[in-house]
């Protein structure tokens, strides 16, 4: 929990930023996680054609970060197992508080906020039961931990909000891991991964499982378009001689998913594992990225057909672009892609870490 100087210091930061916007700190469209070539590593805020806005010192590796919806305010959490996240000033770059996973929890190194701005929500894994929680954080009272609740599953990872409420959707990866055993995945006999929507409150709205052939697919990362249709990235964890799809398209209430793959000489090349996933500024595409296959792959996002793939090395993160997606490398590249172009911006001094955040 944060200490007494760290909670009155995230009212005041509350207050001070209720008079900005993030058109006050260079209007970014994204953030990123990265690691500088002095070896410290910083929270950046990106333009929508890969140009730095700013870039904030982290006090080690970050995964994915939480945009404040109305503040230039962000959370930006540990890797996973982390036990903090550090809330900053976008404008200031000051440290304004740190969440502290409480005893016998960690966290998965990302969250969401209600719609006002109000609450952040965490995904969290139990360590004495290895069942998933979602935490819950006032804002407004420098980010004071006021409950938890059931994430519906094991290894819940990304979760984000339903546009247009406060229901939540998170993806339940299914691995259950402890620190003590490293990332070793302890239940592959029995993994199951879902996608659980929630209430506010805790209540299960939907749940979906893969088919018993895909049992063993990690649901990871998550993407949802403006009119609630929702995208996830998974991860295989089965033999690697198998190259499953690694896209699943869903809605609330609409009973089984949607899995997408490309043809299978060219899936193949994901090894079985997708990183991000995103839709496309316009809503029209749907892609997925693969630092292990070095490969984007671009779907339609009506009839889900293979649209093709752009070769970039160590690529993972990825978001909505106006004409089509953005995306990061190990590296140091932002690239754009668009129909049939794709153009690059060169960060030789940065290496970005796994995700880009949307703040769109």
Same mark, same amino acid.
């Given at each position: 929990?944060p200490s007494r100087r760290a909670f009155l210091a995230g009212i005041l930061a509350a207050a001070s930023?209720?008079?900005?916007?993030?058109?006050?700190? #260079?209007?970014?469209?994204?953030?990123?996680?990265?690691?500088? %070539?002095?070896? %410290?590593?910083?929270?950046?805020?990106?333009?929508?054609?890969?140009?730095?806005?700013?870039?904030?010192?982290?006090?080690?590796?970050?995964?994915?970060?939480?945009?404040?919806?109305?503040?230039?305010?962000?959370?930006?959490?540990?890797?996973?197992?982390?036990?903090?996240?550090?809330?900053?000033?976008?404008?200031?770059?000051?440290?304004?508080?740190?969440?502290?996973?409480?005893?016998? @929890?960690?966290?998965?190194?990302?969250? %969401?906020? !209600?719609?006002?701005?109000?609450?952040?929500?965490?995904?969290? *894994?139990?360590?004495?039961?290895?069942?998933?929680?979602?935490?819950?954080?006032?804002?407004?009272?420098?980010?004071? @931990?006021?409950?938890?609740?059931? !994430?519906?599953?094991?290894?819940?990872?990304?979760?984000?909000?339903?546009?247009?409420?406060?229901?939540?959707?998170v993806a339940n990866g299914g691995i259950a891991t402890h620190p003590d055993s490293g990332r070793a995945?302890? *239940?592959?006999?029995?993994? @199951?991964?879902?996608?659980?929507?929630?209430?506010?409150? #805790?209540?299960?709205?939907?749940?979906?499982?893969?088919?018993?052939?895909?049992?063993?697919?990690?649901?990871?990362?998550?993407?949802?378009?403006?009119?609630?249709?929702?995208?996830?990235?998974?991860?295989?964890?089965?033999?690697?001689?198998?190259?499953?799809?690694?896209?699943?398209?869903?809605?609330?209430?609409?009973?089984?998913?949607?899995?997408?793959?490309?043809?299978?000489?060219?899936?193949?090349?994901?090894?079985?594992?997708?990183?991000?996933? !995103?839709?496309?500024? *316009?809503?029209?595409?749907?892609a997925i990225t693969s630092p292990r296959g070095g490969a984007i792959h671009r779907f339609d996002g009506?009839?889900?057909?293979?649209?093709?793939?752009?070769?970039?090395?160590?690529?993972?993160?990825?978001?909505?672009?106006?004409?089509?997606?953005?995306?990061? %490398?190990?590296?140091?590249?932002?690239?754009?892609?668009?129909?049939?172009?794709?153009?690059?911006?060169?960060?030789?001094?940065?290496?970005?870490?796994?995700?880009?955040?949307?703040?769109?």
């Amino acid at each position: 929990m944060p200490s007494r100087r760290a909670f009155l210091a995230g009212i005041l930061a509350a207050a001070s930023v209720s008079r900005a916007s993030w058109a006050d700190v #260079g209007d970014p469209g994204y953030l990123s996680a990265a690691r500088a %070539t002095d070896g %410290t590593y910083r929270l950046c805020g990106l333009t929508p054609d890969g140009h730095l806005v700013f870039s904030l010192p982290l006090p080690g590796r970050g995964h994915a970060a939480a945009a404040h919806p109305h503040y230039p305010q962000a959370v930006a959490f540990a890797r996973r197992p982390g036990t903090f996240a550090d809330v900053i000033d976008c404008g200031t770059g000051v440290h304004t508080a740190r969440l502290a996973a409480p005893p016998g @929890r960690h966290f998965y190194g990302h969250g %969401t906020f !209600s719609a006002d701005g109000g609450r952040l929500y965490t995904t969290e *894994n139990d360590l004495e039961t290895l069942e998933g929680r979602i935490g819950i954080w006032d804002a407004g009272s420098g980010y004071a @931990r006021i409950g938890d609740m059931p !994430s519906g599953g094991v290894g819940p990872h990304d979760l984000r909000r339903l546009p247009g409420s406060d229901a939540l959707v998170v993806a339940n990866g299914g691995i259950a891991t402890h620190p003590d055993s490293g990332r070793a995945k302890l *239940n592959l006999p029995t993994m @199951r991964a879902n996608l659980t929507y929630l209430d506010d409150r #805790g209540a299960v709205l939907d749940q979906i499982e893969l088919p018993e052939a895909q049992r063993l697919n990690s649901i990871r990362h998550l993407s949802i378009r403006p009119d609630g249709f929702v995208a996830a990235a998974m991860q295989w964890q089965g033999a690697e001689t198998i190259y499953p799809p690694l896209l699943l398209l869903h809605r609330l209430g609409d009973g089984a998913p949607q899995l997408l793959e490309a043809p299978w000489e060219i899936q193949r090349g994901l090894r079985g594992y997708a990183g991000s996933v !995103s839709f496309s500024g *316009n809503g029209a595409e749907i892609a997925i990225t693969s630092p292990r296959g070095g490969a984007i792959h671009r779907f339609d996002g009506e009839s889900g057909g293979f649209l093709g793939a752009v070769a970039a090395a160590d690529v993972c993160g990825l978001g909505p672009a106006p004409g089509g997606f953005v995306a990061s %490398t190990g590296g140091g590249d932002i690239l754009t892609v668009a129909g049939r172009s794709v153009t690059r911006t060169r960060h030789d001094a940065l290496q970005w870490d796994n995700h880009l955040v949307s703040l769109t």
